[in-house]
C-alpha cells in the first residue's frame, strides 16, 4: 500500500460546478496535511494546510481531515479553467519528518 | 514571501560529466530538499538536509551526491551525468514538520 495515495485523475468538471479531490494516507499517527497545486511545467505551490479533525475553508477552497478514516480531501467551489492543474496531497512523514507526496490527481476545468 | 532560487531554469550537459544544481533559500530554513519529477512517477525525494553539513539520503539517491556548507544553500551534485537523469529537479525548504516550499525547478537534459 502507498503511503499517500489519490487518483490520478483526470477529473473533468465543468465551470462553475464543485471539484472534489480526496487523498488517503496510511501512518495513523500523521498529524500534518497539506495540498499542492502545481500548473504544467511550473513547481508545486502551497494553496492549504490542515492539522485537525473537520473543515478548513479559505476562499473557494475547503480542505476537510478525518483522521479515523485516514482520509483528507480538497473541495473547489465555483471552479473556473484557471483551477485546472494537478493537485497534489502530501503528509508529514513520522520518520524524520519528510513529505509523502501522493501521485496527484489532473483537474480539468472545461469552459 | 519565502523565496527559494534554483540558479538554472534549463539546462544542457553531456554524459559524463559533473553537473551542479544549486538552490539558495531566503528563510532562515533548517531544512532542503532535492527531488525530481518524472511523468507518471510524481515527485522523488532525492537527498534531504535538516542542517548544516547534515545530510540524509531519501528514494533514489544513487548517481547524485549533495553539500550544505551554508545553511541557505543546498547543492546537487550529479558525478557522471548519465541520459536517465534527464529531468526536472526541484529544491524545496522549510522549518522542522512545516510545509516545503519549491523553487521554480531546473529542467535538465543530459545528451
Known amino acids: 500500500q502507498k503511503e499517500v495515495e489519490q487518483n490520478s485523475g483526470p477529473l473533468s468538471v465543468p465551470e462553475g460546478a464543485i471539484a472534489s479531490l480526496n487523498c488517503t494516507y496510511s501512518?495513523?499517527?500523521?498529524?500534518?496535511f497539506f495540498w499542492y497545486r502545481q500548473y504544467s511545467g511550473k513547481s508545486p505551490e502551497l494553496i492549504m494546510s490542515i492539522y485537525s479533525n473537520g473543515d478548513k475553508e479559505d476562499g473557494r477552497f475547503t480542505a476537510q481531515l478525518n483522521k479515523a478514516s485516514q482520509y483528507v480531501s480538497l473541495l473547489i467551489r465555483d471552479s473556473q479553467p484557471s483551477d485546472s492543474a494537478t493537485y497534489l496531497c502530501?503528509?508529514?512523514?513520522?520518520?524524520?519528518?519528510?513529505?509523502?507526496f501522493g501521485q496527484g490527481t489532473e483537474l480539468s476545468v472545461k469552459p | 514571501d519565502v523565496k527559494v532560487t534554483q540558479s538554472s531554469r534549463y539546462l544542457v550537459k553531456r554524459t559524463g560529466e559533473k553537473v551542479f544544481l544549486e538552490c539558495v533559500q531566503d528563510?532562515?530554513?533548517?531544512?532542503m530538499f532535492w527531488y525530481r519529477q518524472d511523468p507518471g512517477l510524481g515527485l522523488r525525494l532525492i537527498y534531504f538536509?535538516?542542517?548544516?553539513?547534515?545530510?540524509e539520503k531519501g528514494d533514489i539517491p544513487e548517481g547524485y551526491s549533495v553539500s550544505r556548507e551554508k545553511k541557505e544553500r543546498f547543492s546537487l551534485i550529479l558525478e557522471s551525468a548519465s541520459t536517465n537523469q534527464t529531468s526536472m529537479y526541484l529544491c524545496a525548504s522549510s522549518f522542522p514538520n512545516q510545509p516545503q516550499h519549491f523553487g521554480d525547478g531546473t529542467r535538465l537534459s543530459i545528451l
Open positions: 502530501a503528509v508529514i512523514s513520522n520518520q524524520g519528518g519528510k513529505l509523502i
Open positions: 528563510m532562515d530554513h533548517e531544512n
Open positions: 538536509s535538516y542542517d548544516v553539513k547534515m545530510k
Open positions: 501512518d495513523r499517527v500523521s498529524q500534518s
